[in-house]
């Protein structure tokens, strides 16, 4: 029903404190335990803004050139089975 921009708006604005809950709630048309609701989920999840790691992502054992290199060797050995199982092959 409510967006997630309205939603951060409206706990950013209970978690300043400049006016109530109700106050803030009444100004929105919303209730106030959905105003506290929100205001709760942001301080929960404010730590985990800065978590990921910023920089080089680890290489993936599937992304190594080696291993691509020898995937494609074993796919076309493999191909060039069933082509000529086929009667495909010339």
């Not at 599937?62 to 495909?88: A, C, N, T």
Request: proline share 4%.
């Amino acid at each position: 029903m409510y967006g997630s921009a309205f939603k951060a708006k409206v706990g950013l604005e209970a978690i300043r404190g400049v006016k109530t809950v109700n106050e803030i709630a009444q100004e929105h048309g919303v209730h106030p335990s959905q105003v506290a609701q929100w205001k709760r989920a942001i301080q929960e999840q404010a730590g985990s803004l800065f978590d990921g790691k910023r920089g080089p992502r680890p290489v993936d054992a599937q992304s190594d050139p080696e291993h691509l290199y020898s995937e494609i060797g074993r796919l076309k050995v493999e191909l060039d089975w069933l082509k000529k199982k086929s009667g495909l092959s010339q």
